[in-house]
């Protein structure tokens, strides 16, 4: 039987940001992975192997990671870390050649939506101004932060005219904000997509806010040289120079629990490792409180919350990969040359109807008229691909239940990956020679595997149902503790959800330590000072 401090399930980088944290405080942690890498959804493959061709098959669009404070302070840069920044960051295209464009100069993106609309540039320009003090003084200290209950946020929001007018813009759903806000359905569709492009469902009230703050916010779409892998290898470098330990294969059978405390893990294989201090979940809630714990052991409002917990409907994805010969030559850079250098274009969206259509075919486990995003990297890092090849991507939105069975899509996804092949090549018509390979990943592939992401939902759970804030995963589990004494939540389930933040697992760590005493010198200062200084 070994023994440890703290106890860490799953290796994604939540639980690797958490680790690191945890074992820089003098802690002995141990993590638990059932694959046989660690990493979870920070992956490169190789494909085929021994091709040099590298393929991102999870995440691969990372939001402003290098400003977020774990990146600095686990020194990830020192360690093999780099990343990628291109300023003309998002392209979409239109049919007729026109483009809506998200630049890192916001001047740049306010020119081409007037090409398009002068009065919604004119709207976009406003909210955004409006939302610049919102997202860097309130939004932005929030998400590093465990969450408020909901009456001190508003409480706290309401002293403040920044606050005031994120509590009036939140009810709103994005849709309702997009379409009440701007006129022209290229830019609906366009704000809409942006805001599709961290997975929050347009429907879904209490994210009317999210449009401008997408707009006003400095962290945009990067990549990791050497491919997103480097970036987990950064961050295990830094749980294993403070001494943590991570266990691949490994899979946990059962949390064990003793007088009402969580004091170990017994893996499948039969290991009996204890923790002196604490068991963290980087998992769903699902896999924590129903598969890993005894029902008996579990309050009955827990065992109901976990049950009702949701997976989002628009979380799946599914992916077709290429190995080219040639990079993809759009025919709108024809006229437009800056298009040569634009990082990820969305294709086939040029109004608001097709994004409520899209859901519709998600309820109905139906495929969608293609609407897809992707890039190709090796224009940006010629590493990810033999000398003067390249690789690109595009991702779709699909359902995980294709015509009722995800089973479906073992025998539909080579298929659907020509489809999306032949949308794409209407855009850039050099590709249909350029095809060396192709590969795809459907919405059960994601799911087999990383089996933390059911039904393929990359993002750990809807943003929906309430699942948000303070009742993230679910009320009574929001603040990243359980319902046992050590027990703790760290991953994408938790406050403020999925995607590569980090934000879990560095808030997370922030709760554990200070719960044991000890001092995180690292850790923001309280939210209360942060809408303090607002307050007027
Ligand atoms: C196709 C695709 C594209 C994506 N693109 C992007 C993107 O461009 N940008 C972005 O920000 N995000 C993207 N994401 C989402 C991102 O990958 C996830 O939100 C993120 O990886 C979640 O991090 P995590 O640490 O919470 O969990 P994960 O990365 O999911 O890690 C969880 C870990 O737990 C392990 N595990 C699961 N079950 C068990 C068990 N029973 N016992 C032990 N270990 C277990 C898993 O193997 C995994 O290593 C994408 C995801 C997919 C699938």
Not at 214 to 236: C, F, N, P
Not at 436 to 456: C, I, K, Q, W, Y
Request: glycine share 10%; with cysteine; aromatic share 8%.
């Amino acid at each position: 039987m070994d023994t440890c401090d703290v106890i860490v399930l799953g290796s994604g980088h939540n639980g690797l940001i958490l680790q690191a944290y945890l074992a820089r405080a003098g802690l002995d942690v141990l993590c638990l992975e059932s694959r046989d890498e660690a990493g979870g959804g920070m992956t490169t493959v190789e494909q085929p192997a021994g091709s040099g061709f590298l393929h991102n098959t999870h995440s691969f669009f990372h939001r402003g990671v290098t400003l977020l404070p774990w990146y600095r302070d686990l020194e990830l840069e020192r360690r093999g870390a780099q990343y990628i920044t291109p300023s003309f960051n998002v392209g979409l295209l239109c049919e007729d050649g026109r483009s809506l464009e998200w630049w890192d100069d916001f001047e740049k993106t306010f020119a081409s939506f007037e090409a398009v609309s002068p009065e919604d540039a004119r709207t976009l320009r406003r909210w955004r101004n409006d939302f610049v003090p919102i997202v860097s003084g309130i939004l932005e200290p929030e998400t590093q932060r465990p969450p408020l209950p909901p009456e001190v946020r508003r409480k706290s929001l309401s002293a403040s005219p920044e606050g005031r007018l994120l509590m009036e813009t939140s009810p709103l759903s994005p849709l309702e904000f997009v379409l009440r806000e701007f006129k022209h359905p290229a830019v609906q569709a366009a704000l809409l997509f942006f805001n599709g492009l961290r997975e929050v469902d347009l429907r879904e009230p209490g994210f009317g806010h999210h449009v401008p703050s997408l707009m006003a916010s400095k962290r945009m779409a990067q990549m990791a040289a050497g491919g997103t892998k480097q970036v987990a290898a950064a961050l295990i470098h830094a749980v294993e120079e403070a001494g943590g330990k991570i266990r691949v294969s490994s899979r946990p059978r059962r949390i064990i629990v003793e007088h009402g405390r969580a004091v170990g893990v017994e893996t499948v294989s039969g290991d009996v490792i204890k923790a002196r201090h604490a068991v963290v979940s980087s998992l769903n809630p699902q896999q924590t409180f129903l598969e890993l714990i005894d029902e008996s052991l579990l309050p009955a409002d827990w065992v109901a919350k976990a049950r009702a917990f949701r997976y989002n409907l628009l979380g799946p994805l599914f992916a077709l990969n290429l190995n080219l010969s040639d990079r993809p030559r759009y025919s709108a850079a024809e006229k437009r040359p800056e298009l040569n250098h634009a990082f990820m274009f969305i294709l086939g969206i040029e109004q608001p109807e097709t994004l409520l259509k899209i859901v519709e075919h998600h309820e109905a486990g139906t495929i969608p008229p293609t609407v897809m995003w992707g890039t190709c990297p090796t224009q940006f890092d010629p590493s990810q691909a033999p000398a003067g090849r390249h690789t690109a991507f595009m991702w779709e939105k699909l359902p995980y239940r294709l015509n009722g069975d995800a089973r479906n899509w073992d025998a539909a996804k080579a298929a659907h990956g020509r489809d999306m092949l032949r949308a794409w090549s209407r855009y850039a018509p050099n590709l249909n020679d350029a095809v060396l390979e192709m590969s795809t990943a459907s919405p059960l592939d994601v799911e087999r595997t990383l089996e933390n992401m059911r039904f393929g939902d990359l993002l750990g759970g809807s943003l929906g149902h309430g699942q948000t804030g303070y009742n993230r995963p679910f009320a009574g589990a929001g603040n990243y503790r359980g319902h046992l004494q050590g027990l703790y939540l760290c991953g994408s389930a938790c406050f403020p959800g999925g995607n590569i933040t980090g934000m879990p697992g560095y808030n997370s760590a922030q709760v554990v330590l200070a719960d044991l005493g000890i001092d995180a010198p690292w850790a923001p200062g309280p939210i209360e000072s942060v809408y303090a200084k607002l307050a007027r």
